[in-house]
């Protein structure tokens, strides 16, 4: 049988969405943004390889001339930033993975167990979120100090172990598991161990690297507490040699800047080595279906 034809006029219009100016429009905006979070990034180069007296002319020249590498070198070694750098690093490898290794174990009790007062544990434990950091220094650090962590890795790492935003985070991505999973695995022979280990957190991984990506950023940018506890520069982190570095070098905007690219360059490689985990954990759960 010969097919009919159709009379494109009877079609039914492309949906609105896929409209030109629409697209255009959000590229636009996309554009707009990457320029507004690159720029600063680019400054921060284009300001660390230039010459000083370039940079204090009026206006500044913010497109590289005379190229000047020497900067990060004088930077690295003025600042130490090899040991600050290590330092750093041990720090936030260890506080990203008690936070992990804590805020699943606790997110799944939240989540899966039943003991009494549930509710208002969870409640309490939230409300910690609303108090400021500032609040419990003193305390922590009178803590510390009993102990006789100043000054030593464990006074950098024991107090922020654990936080309550990641077990909210992870207790949300494991209720979002389905029940039929549970007792599937239940039926199956598997305990809590086993449906933590082979279900649970592998169906949350999205969420648990996003939350491993934030507590990096977050404890290699702390600069109070390292400060606050520290007096031995073989425990000092880079946040710490970067003010000291700018200290010691007002004049010197590019080495300043240089020290500071070299100290987010971690970053950086985390990020581009992390960003489709840390994308498909931000959007886990925003689409039903």
Do not use: C
């Not at 390889?49 to 940079?55: E, V």
């Not at 549930?118 to 100090?145: D, G």
């Not at 992870?170 to 161990?193: E, I, K, T």
């Amino acid at each position: 049988m010969a097919a009919e034809l159709v009379d494109p006029r009877a079609l039914p219009p492309p949906p609105s969405g896929a409209h030109p100016v629409r697209i255009a429009g959000r590229y636009g905006l996309l554009v707009v943004a990457a320029v507004v979070v690159a720029f600063p990034i680019y400054v921060a180069v284009a300001v660390s390889i230039q010459p000083s007296d370039r940079l204090l002319r009026f206006p500044a020249v913010l497109i590289p001339g005379d190229l000047r590498l020497d900067t990060f070198e004088r930077a690295f070694t003025q600042a130490r930033l090899g040991r600050y750098l290590v330092n750093s690093a041990v720090v936030s490898l260890v506080i990203t993975a008690g936070q992990l290794v804590t805020s699943i174990l606790a997110a799944y009790a939240f989540a899966y167990l039943r003991f009494p007062a549930k509710r208002v544990l969870f409640v309490a434990f939230i409300a910690t979120l609303m108090v400021p950091s500032e609040v419990t220094i003193v305390a922590n650090y009178e803590t510390v100090q009993r102990l006789g962590w100043l000054d030593s890795y464990q006074g950098l790492t024991v107090p922020f172990l654990a936080t309550a935003f990641g077990t909210f985070l992870l207790r949300q991505s494991f209720l979002q598991v389905p029940r039929d999973l549970r007792d599937a695995a239940a039926l199956d022979g598997y305990g809590h161990w086993g449906f933590l280990a082979g279900v649970a957190v592998p169906l949350a991984r999205p969420m648990i690297a996003a939350l491993g990506v934030f507590s990096f950023l977050l404890s290699w940018n702390q600069y109070l507490w390292p400060l606050l506890i520290t007096n031995d520069d073989a425990y000092r982190t880079v946040q710490i040699g970067l003010k000291a570095l700018a200290s010691t070098n007002i004049d010197q905007l590019n080495v300043i800047m240089a020290g500071t690219v070299i100290a987010a360059l971690p970053i950086f490689a985390l990020l581009v080595l992390f960003q489709r985990q840390l994308i498909r954990g931000l959007t886990s759960g925003a689409v039903k279906g």
